[in-house]
Structure formats: structure tokens, C-alpha cells
């Protein structure tokens, strides 16, 4: 994938600096953002130091740029880059310098370009501006913002439609929404695409980094995490560390998808050639009809938080069954024939079942809304449902809080009475943030031995690295990023 860095220093001699660094690290091209310089250089000759393409730009403050001058000193600039050998200059779709272009810019090679940082128009007026701007024989190059899965969509609709012209263009999606746009920018046939020089060097929201770009090759694997809301979730850190110390070409991303934009996502994931992704709360249940296929265990526990897309095929998997199983294994506990009692009856619940059932615990359930737990039950050899008077007034060798109660932005109340703790118990909070509940508190004051729900976050994650990669997981560069992520 063609990558152009965006370079934004404000002194014209970082900013050279910066286009020859970009070009030693393997830049295509470099676009030097001369409307964020002060002062704007008068000599641009030293800028053919730089062999790569380069672009002039003097954005317009209406367009997201710096630049307050007049368009006869613009013109004039732009004159200046071309004889000092600049390959592109990016002039604004509404610049008045498009009537001089014959007389003034004549044998510029152009980039027409419109910016929207506050949303995406539909496919059709997208199009439309393409089609215009490629009138003008100049580079369209559109960067929009994106509110939602649909405006993904209308880019990706347009940027197929215009792609049947043979014609070069960029089309971008900004926010957290669009980076997919970037890191998938040759999928939907865009000639290049924007980075930043490194970190926090970025010109437009959702850019990424040079060296980022770099890694992903022609193969590479986009996955992320689809859930509403996401700004708590660790996965993004933990599976981009893990790709990186595997030297798998890959990005995971996060996907802020709402309820009523499952559908469509799906169809933008498989027209972005995406390797799958990951699910959390709501979707876990409601994906499962818009699926081709479950695994056993998604099958069994009735939620999916995997999606692998293969050949066109989207096939559910659920790896939290064995995050759960394995934090019983890292902490040396047999389940079997023990007594258990799972609080919840929603995904994680779910998952817990599972993980007990498959080693032959008997599974007491209980819900605040009781017929969830009946039904949960009714899915699981030697499972039953029991109101909260009755699970306190037995004894169990296992409890896992599978409800929200006690996570971080949730009321520190605990699901149960701390009366059924005891010790010689093993008590689960699948919670990872805060690390330590009041509902382990509780349960370490009475003695009982406890786990939070890292383990499962963990493995589940590991699990799923492998179903999209086939490789192995590295387990300690993923636990070092949860960490970091929790601390
Ligand atoms: P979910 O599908 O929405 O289910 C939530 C469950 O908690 C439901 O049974 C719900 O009862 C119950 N609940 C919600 N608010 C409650 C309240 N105020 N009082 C009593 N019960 C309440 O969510 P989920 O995916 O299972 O997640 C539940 C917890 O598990 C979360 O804390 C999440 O962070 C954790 N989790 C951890 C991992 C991990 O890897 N460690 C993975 C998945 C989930 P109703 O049925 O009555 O609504």
C-alpha cells in the first residue's frame, strides 16, 4: 500500500527534516503541510533534497488547514513549489485558483481536495464529487468523517463505483470509525493513503503512523472489536502487541457499532476483506442470526464473542468458555462433581456454564430476572435455576459473579449476600476492572481463595489470535499490555 506522510511541523527546517526522516523509514511520498508552517518559507528549493514524491499544501482554515492569506499569495506559492520541483500540489475542491489553473498553474500535476470533519455524505454525492474533482484531470481526495457504520459503507460504495473510471483517487474515513478506510485504503482501490511521521505527529483524526502502515503487507490481517459503548476495551492494546511480537501483519481496530448497525457492519466487514473480529456487550447474542455457521462450543454456550469471515462465510466462535476454563487450570482447581453457583445469566454466565459443564460441575444459576436463569439452565446438563433465598441458604464449592455489579462505572453493590463465602471456596468475579471487587473482598475475608476475570480476558483473547492466525499466541507480550491497560 502506497503511503504518503503527512508532515506538520511548524518550522519550515523540522519540517524538512522530518520529509527526509520519512523518506529514510520508507515513505512513498511526502505531503509537507506548509499552511502549519510559520514562517511559510519563501526558498522551498531545499526541499528537493527530499526524492521522493512530494505535495505542496496550503490548506485553507475552512478546510481544516491554517492558512488566512490571500488566493493571489497562494497562487503565487504554488507557483513557487512547482518550479522548486514539488510532484502534486493539493488544491481545495472550492478554491477560486481552479479558473487560473490554465493560464497560471498550467503543467501542475493536481490533487482536488475536500475535507468534511463533521460527517460523510451518502455514496451518490460522493460520487458525484469525484467525478467532478477528476473533471478538472486532478487526483480526487476525500476525507470524510465518520458517525457510524453506514457512513463506512457509503465510502466504500463510492470508492467502488469510481473505481470502475481506472482513475486514481484517495477517499478517507476520519475518527475512530474510519481508520479501517486507512489500513484497508488499497482493498477499496485508493492510489495511497495518509500516515503521520510517528505517534502523536498525526494531521487528521484515526491517521495512522508511518511505521504502522509499514508493517501491513499486501497479506495482513484486519480484525478488531465490535461493541457499543468501547471505550474501556484493552483487546485493541493487547491484540496489536500480539501481532507485533509474532511478526504478524495485522491491526486490530476498534468498531463502535450500535444495535441497529449489526447488519450493515457485517457487510462492511466482508467487503473490507477483514479476517473477523472480536464481539462484546450487546452484540454477543444478536450476531448469532446473522452468522452462517457456529462452532461447537458458541453453539453450546449460546453467544459468540469470535467472528471468523472466510470465503464469504462469517462463522461464530465463543473463546470465553475457555478463558474461564482456564483460570480454573491456572489456579489448580478440578471441577468436577463440585457444586457451583453462577450469578448472571448473560454472556458471561453463558460462558461459565459452559466451562463448568464441560468438566462435570453441577450449576446452580440465579438471575435477577429468573426466567433468563431457567432458560440458561435448561441449556446445560446437571444445571438448575435458584432464587437468591435459596443459593444463600446452600453451600458452594465454587461462586462466579457473571453481573456487572462492582465494575468499574457500575454500582459497587454486591449480586449475592456475603454469607455464602466460606472458606476452602473458589470464588470467580469474571470483573477485570477494578482487578479487586468488594465481591472478592468479601469473599478473601471469609477465607475463600478468589480469581478476577484477567485470566478469562486473557485466554480468551489468546484463543482468538489463533483462530484468525493459525500461530501460536505469544502469551507474555499480551498479559504485559492488559496490564499496562489496567494500571
Ligand atoms: P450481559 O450479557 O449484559 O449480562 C449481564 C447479566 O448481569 C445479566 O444476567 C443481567 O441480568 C445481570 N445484571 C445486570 N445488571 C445487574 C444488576 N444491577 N443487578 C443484578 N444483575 C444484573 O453481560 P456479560 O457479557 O455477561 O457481562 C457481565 C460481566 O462479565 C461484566 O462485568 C463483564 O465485564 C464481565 N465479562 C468479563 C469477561 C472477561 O473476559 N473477563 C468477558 C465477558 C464478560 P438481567 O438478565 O436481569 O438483565
Request: net charge neutral; hydrophobic share 45%.
Amino acid at each position: 500500500m502506497r503511503t504518503c506522510v503527512s508532515i506538520v511541523d511548524s518550522r519550515p527546517e523540522d519540517a524538512l527534516r522530518s520529509a527526509m526522516l520519512a523518506e529514510e523509514k520508507g515513505a512513498d511520498m511526502v505531503e509537507l503541510r506548509f499552511d502549519l508552517m510559520s514562517p511559510l518559507p519563501t526558498q522551498l528549493g531545499g526541499f528537493s533534497a527530499v526524492r521522493i514524491p512530494r505535495v505542496a499544501t496550503l490548506r485553507l482554515a475552512a478546510q481544516g488547514g491554517k492558512y488566512t492569506g490571500s488566493e493571489k499569495d497562494r497562487l503565487a506559492f504554488f507557483q513557487a513549489a512547482m518550479k522548486a520541483g514539488f510532484h502534486l500540489i493539493d488544491l481545495e475542491s472550492a478554491s477560486s485558483l481552479w479558473e487560473r489553473r490554465e493560464k497560471e498553474l498550467r503543467g501542475a500535476h493536481l490533487i482536488c481536495s475536500y475535507h468534511d470533519f463533521e460527517k460523510t455524505p451518502r455514496a451518490g454525492a460522493i460520487l458525484e464529487m469525484m467525478v467532478k474533482a477528476s473533471s478538472r484531470e486532478a487526483i480526487p481526495k476525500a476525507a470524510f468523517q465518520v458517525n457510524g457504520v453506514g457512513d463506512l459503507l457509503s465510502i466504500i460504495d463510492a470508492a467502488r463505483m469510481f473505481s470502475a473510471t481506472g482513475k486514481e483517487f484517495v477517499l478517507i474515513g476520519m475518527g475512530e470509525l474510519g481508520e479501517v478506510t486507512r489500513v484497508c485504503a488499497d482493498r477499496i482501490g485508493c492510489a495511497f493513503t495518509y500516515a503521520s511521521l510517528e505517534k502523536g505527529k498525526e494531521a487528521a483524526p484515526g491517521q495512522l503512523d508511518l511505521e504502522s502502515m509499514r508493517r501491513l503487507k499486501e497479506e495482513r490481517f484486519i480484525t478488531g472489536i465490535i461493541g457499543h459503548p468501547l471505550s474501556h476495551s484493552l483487546s485493541p492494546a493487547m491484540h496489536n502487541s500480539a501481532f507485533l511480537a509474532a511478526g504478524v501483519s495485522g491491526r486490530y481496530l476498534a468498531f463502535p457499532v450500535k444495535p441497529e448497525e449489526l447488519e450493515i457492519f457485517l457487510q462492511v466487514a466482508v467487503e473490507l476483506d477483514l479476517k473477523g473480529f472480536n464481539v462484546t456487550i450487546p452484540h454477543k447474542e444478536s450476531i448469532i442470526p446473522l452468522l452462517d455457521r457456529l462452532d461447537a462450543t458458541a453453539e453450546l454456550v449460546g453467544a459468540v464473542n469470535t467472528v471468523v469471515l472466510e470465503e464469504g462465510d462469517a462463522v461464530g466462535h465463543n473463546t470465553d468458555a475457555h478463558g474461564v476454563a482456564m483460570t480454573f487450570k491456572e489456579h489448580g482447581l478440578e471441577v468436577k462433581g463440585k457444586k457451583a453457583l453462577v450469578l448472571g445469566a448473560g454472556g458471561a454466565a453463558k460462558a461459565a456454564c459452559a466451562a463448568l459443564a464441560g468438566q462435570g460441575a453441577r450449576i446452580a444459576i440465579h438471575n435477577r430476572t429468573m426466567p433468563k436463569a431457567e432458560s440458561l439452565a435448561k441449556r446445560f446438563k446437571n444445571a438448575h435455576a435458584v432464587t437468591l433465598q435459596d443459593a444463600q441458604r446452600e453451600s458452594f464449592d465454587l461462586v462466579i459473579n457473571c453481573t456487572p455489579l462492582g465494575m468499574k462505572g457500575f454500582p459497587d453493590e454486591l449480586p449475592i449476600s456475603p454469607a455464602v463465602f466460606h472458606a476452602g471456596q473458589f470464588v470467580m468475579d469474571t470483573i477485570y476492572n477494578p482487578p479487586s471487587t468488594r465481591f472478592l473482598q468479601e469473599a478473601q475475608k471469609r477465607g475463600a481463595r478468589t480469581a478476577n476475570g484477567e485470566t478469562m480476558l486473557l485466554h480468551q483473547a489468546l484463543r482468538s489470535f489463533e483462530i484468525w492466525t493459525g500461530k501460536v499466541p505469544p502469551t507474555e507480550p499480551m498479559a504485559r499490555a492488559l496490564r499496562e491497560g489496567l494500571a
